[in-house]
Antibody, heavy 123, light 111 residues
Framework: QITLKESGPTVVKPTQTLTLTCTFSGFSLSTSGVGVGWIRQPPGKALEWLAFFYWDDDKRSSPSLKTRLTVTRDTSKNQVVLTLTDMDPVDTATYYC???????????????WGQGILVTVSS | QSVLTQPPSASGTPGQRVTISCSGSNSNIGSNTVNWYQQLPGTAPKLLIYSNNQRPSGVPDRVSGSKSGTSASLAISGLQSEDEADYYCAAWDDSLNGFYVFGTGTKVTVL
């Protein structure tokens, strides 16, 4: 059974750095084709893709956030960590991590999602 | 901002068929497969359709997806009250070193 759960601060101040951890179970990030993605959703708005961490250590991130965003993994703990620097109130959103299926084709798809964590940026 | 455009809303009465469009370009839908996600109020998104027209286990066959050129569509027939949700298309975009993109989202209301 695949599960994912996001953890981290729920409130950060403007200009601070956000660090979120996705702890997963039920799959291996070493399996070919597998990935973990980060997606966020501002209140009342659409989903926005942030980043992928792939089984082969390849990483991709949103062009609009590339300079602020880092994604890494801790293999021993089955965790993928998202870091977003210089936080602003517009970054207030629910942040999700999700499992990218190993059966993905050209686009890739998320078949399991975490419950999400609401992060508010406020002084 | 999203490069996949969806109508903001769609509606139908129980039993009717609703169709949602997703318009993209050659670098995303025109080159890659399309996925659809359903998001019920207050919950995480759920995969509804992958690889243009494939249903994950548990998704009823009254839900279907299609793709033609740079556009895709999601159809829900036999509309039910539990179908009231937000729906998002998504695809990989090959431009700018590649990125995943979600559509603008469509709110489906069951009248």
């Amino acid at each position: 059974q695949i599960t994912l759960k996001e953890s981290g601060p729920t409130v950060v101040k403007p200009t601070q750095t956000l660090t979120l951890t996705c702890t997963f179970s039920g799959f291996s990030l070493s399996t070919s084709g597998v990935g973990v993605g980060w997606i966020r959703q501002p209140p009342g708005k659409a989903l926005e893709w942030l980043a992928f961490f792939y089984w082969d250590d390849d990483k991709r991130s949103s062009p609009s956030l590339k300079t602020r965003l880092t994604v890494t993994r801790d293999t021993s703990k089955n965790q993928v960590v998202l870091t977003l620097t210089d936080m602003d109130p517009v970054d207030t959103a629910t942040y999700y991590c999700a499992h990218r299926s190993e059966y993905s084709d050209s686009s890739g798809f998320f078949d399991y999602w975490g419950q999400g964590i609401l992060v508010t940026v406020s002084s | 901002q999203s490069v996949l455009t969806q109508p903001p809303s769609a509606s139908g009465t129980p039993g009717q068929r609703v169709t949602i469009s997703c318009s993209g370009s050659n670098s995303n839908i025109g080159s890659n497969t399309v996925n659809w996600y359903q998001q019920l109020p207050g919950t995480a998104p759920k995969l509804l359709i992958y690889s243009n027209n494939q249903r994950p286990s548990g998704v009823p066959d009254r839900v279907s997806g299609s793709k033609s050129g740079t556009s895709a569509s999601l159809a829900i027939s036999g509309l039910q009250s539990e179908d009231e949700a937000d729906y998002y298309c998504a695809a990989w975009d090959d431009s700018l070193n590649g990125f995943y993109v979600f559509g603008t989202g469509t709110k489906v209301t069951v009248l």
